[in-house]
């Protein structure tokens, strides 16, 4: 490995800073011994986290890694409506000047968030300064002495924050979109809970349209069907809040999101959508009718004891709402919600269609998990494909495809269980169909390096030539993690 360059750079820095260093701490006073410390167990489980420079910045390397979904974020369409909103309010003032409740409320606010629950089929909506925000503010202030929550398996951490704090009466999770575990976590709650047996209090159920680990989408209309079942003639014991961050301008007509792209709007009590993905903008806004948006401003602690969002955040936001809600990023300038689709459906029928598919399956080298059985049939895909392997495949795929210029990041524990280690691909509007193709190849030649190892007995412990690089530059530095024992 060659850590000269901008990407051996990269992985090189990414390794080194998980050395334990025991002599280097000795010196420092207790204090900083005992932060220190605490990152040394992350370092022991090569985890610490590393900000970095994404390659696709730094290099040639092709984006199949961030959020900018749409490419609002590399394309001139986006800058120039922000700078329009600026122009079209020249005397802003860069901050708000307090809290929602107190100085920090103007009319811009108001207006954009009133546009963009418009937009989504909504009554009203609140701004945060991010998704983490908004959904910590969702579960504290939402749920009620003696409500239960009900949430998928797999729901963002913000979500878990946000219950943690809430005055719900319990917390039960019900298997990742399996609709059976739903109906069956229903039911128990049902018969054992007296105060939402006698209608007193509510079921309040947690998930997202499209999860970011799995990309796999939320059976949401089955879920609603569900709960009018198990609850006939009681729909309203029972709420969804739908975190829609990654279906947020990539999903349904001009991007409204999948309860939307469902006509769910009025079974749908809270929404959340988030700005910093594919509306290439940050903040995020709670959708519901005027009682939630009372609620939230009087009982999520980040609205109250915080500063409103400023004009320029707020800006960035309509800009981006300007630009979906005039079908602009669907249909005029590079069709970006298509092409996000056509390229995810060209990328899936490669890899089945590949004649290694099998093999790489049956071996364990490569799986698509959840997408790979129904995606034919499905009106939409989400953009994120995860690849699991076998542990340490993970990495050694990630060195494969990094040195061939393509950026993708590897996912460990703790942001995935346990041995579900994987590799996450995410496409982008501006990525090529030879890219994609490109990258398909890739894939299958690592598959390939994999499978001839496997084979291949008296190769001990060999492994495929990027990590075998790395693997090489390590032993030199005298490190270890990556797969390298
Ligand atoms: C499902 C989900 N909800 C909420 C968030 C938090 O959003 P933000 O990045 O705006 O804080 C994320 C971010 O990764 C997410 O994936």
Redesign the pocket.
Known sequence: MDDSTAIGSNIAIRIRNQKVDKQARKSLSVFYQNLEEALDLRRKNYNLFTILQNIWQISDAVDFSSNDILSLGSSSLLRREFLNELEKNPSFSPGSGGSRVLDGNYPYLEETEQQIAEFHGAESGLLFA????A?VAIWTAIPRLGDVIVYDALV?A??HEGMSQSLAMARKEFLHNDIESFRETLVSIAETQPLIKSRKRCIIVAV?SVY?MDGDICPLQELVDIAREVFVGEEGTVQFVV?E??STGVIGENGKGLVSALGLERAIAVR?H???KAMSA???IILGNNTVRTVTINFARSVVFSTAPSFPFVAAIRAGYNLLASGQTEKVIFKAQDRVQQLVRMFLDAIVSHPHWGAAQDLGVIAIPLTVDTWQSQPYLSHIVPIRTQEPYHYWLFFHLIFKGFSVFPVDYPTVPKGQSRLKITFHAKNTMDEVSLLVKTIFEFVQEVVEIRNATKWGNEVPSAARSVYEWMEKEKLTGFGRM
């Open positions: 991010s998704g983490f925000d959904n963002h913000s979500t997202e970011s975190d961050a990654h959340l988030t700005f910093g940050g903040g995020a």
